[in-house]
């Protein structure tokens, strides 16, 4: 079972400011098969980033995902108030899917 | 739109059973691979089980594994979880969720409370 590890687990920071979100494998997540998911209080999770960098329909430019092997990055560039949630990321390398822990952003 | 509302939630004693039920509308159900995946109050996202397009091919997580049946009926666009021998700690929500290799679609939640 490949485990995620997120870090940090919660980030508080102002309007504007970029965000930087880790996700490390415990082993090579093959074909980058990673994705990103931003899940809002009382709300299902909502794709962002599939394939460690493609973002999904309709998802803001300011996100955008990085990395490969066993390192990978969400990056929101300018934070916005309804960036506030909680992200996972998950790997798809077989079909018995894992996800990280999850990083709370705070928005001040 | 394409859609999946989740429904059969609710509460139950230890040791008892209970069935969920996912709707799929607005996408060709038969053409995907599906998942159930739970999330325990205040915990984050696990992998619960998965089913294959046509029904043969399922995985189950340890945890879940010979307690839990999924299943589905491709002419009634619906994905099934029979729960047997429920414990406390199966206490979530949850999702029904399309597998795109990733998961793209999710239901909305339905909750499952294990209490006496």
């Known amino acids: 079972e490949i485990v995620l590890t997120q870090s940090p687990g919660t980030l508080s920071l102002s309007p504007g400011e970029r965000a930087t979100l880790s996700c490390r494998a415990s082993q090579t997540v093959s074909n980058n098969h990673l994705a990103w998911y931003q899940q809002k209080p009382g709300q299902a999770p909502s794709l962002l980033i599939f394939a460690a960098s493609s973002r999904a329909t309709g998802i803001p430019d300011r996100f955008s995902g990085s990395g490969s092997g066993t390192d990978f990055t969400l990056t929101i560039s300018r934070l916005e108030p309804e960036d506030s949630a909680v992200y996972y990321c998950q790997q798809y390398v077989r079909s018995r899917w894992t996800f990280g822990q999850g990083t709370r952003v705070e928005i001040k | 739109e394409e859609q999946l509302v989740g429904s059969g939630g609710g509460l139950v004693q230890p040791g008892g059973s209970l069935r969920l039920s996912c709707a799929a509308s607005g996408f060709n159900f038969s053409r995907f691979e599906m998942n159930w995946v739970r999330q325990a109050p205040g915990k984050g996202l696990e992998w619960v089980s998965y089913?294959?397009?046509?029904?043969?091919?399922?995985y189950y997580a340890d945890s879940v594994k010979a307690r839990f049946t999924i299943s589905r009926d491709n002419a009634k666009n619906s994905l099934y979880l029979e729960m047997n021998s429920l414990r406390v700690e199966d206490t979530a929500v949850y999702y029904c969720?399309?597998?795109?290799?990733?998961?793209?679609?999710w239901g909305q939640g339905t909750s499952v409370t294990v209490s006496s």
């Open positions: 969720v399309r597998d795109r290799a990733y998961p793209d679609v």
């Open positions: 089913v294959s397009r046509g029904g043969d091919t399922k």
